[in-house]
């Protein structure tokens, strides 16, 4: 430990037993050549020794455990995740997602050429193959315009949502 700090604060570490074994070492020769240290060290012993016989610790008055009670009430505890968290939007968002892929499903489904054919020579699979590589899957403008007003819709009632709740929080 630091030789500059003060002799009570190297005292109380050595008294509390926190000090290190050379530190230690070098308090005790101090103490037993060192006057001023051997007096200071004495009254501290002294305080302490006071502290551990005579001080209690108080158990805190009724009032003050009732008034921390009532504080803790009045204050709006938070409640449960599923409690404000809003199930419509998630079904909503759900069911969203779930018609859009259904969707994807019955136009790549649809743009299929669905015809038999033998499968045992090996050139028609080939064809097939290659006419499969060469469908174009790209969504019609149109398609994709609905697609975009579908979801600038739901985000809109969303925010709206949000907005709302706000604002009734605000208000509460």
């Known amino acids: 430990m630091d030789s500059q700090l003060p002799i009570e604060a190297r005292l109380w570490e050595y008294i509390d037993g926190h000090s290190a074994a050379t ?6 020769q101090l103490l037993a050549t060192n006057s001023s240290w051997q007096q200071k060290y004495q009254e501290l012993l002294d305080l302490h020794q006071l502290m551990q016989e005579h001080i ?10 009732k008034s921390v009670m009532e504080s803790i009430a ?3 505890i938070t409640p449960a995740a599923r409690t ?12 969203f997602f779930l018609l859009s892929i259904l969707g994807f499903l019955v136009y790549g489904l649809a743009q299929l050429q669905w015809s038999s054919g033998n499968a045992s020579d090996p050139s028609k699979l080939t064809h097939v193959i290659d006419k499969l590589e060469s469908t174009d899957l790209a969504l019609p403008s149109s398609y994709l315009y609905a697609l975009m007003l579908v979801i600038v819709v739901m985000g809109l009632m969303l925010l709206d949502m949000v907005l709302r709740n706000k604002k009734k929080e605000k208000t509460v």
């Not at 209690?56 to 455990?65: N, T, V, W």
């Open 56 to 65: 209690e610790l108080e158990q805190p008055g009724l009032r003050f455990s």
């Open 84 to 95: 404000y968290i809003n199930k419509r939007v998630i079904w909503g968002v759900a069911t």
């Open 23 to 28: 530190e230690r070492a070098a308090i005790e």
């Open 74 to 76: 009045f204050n709006q």
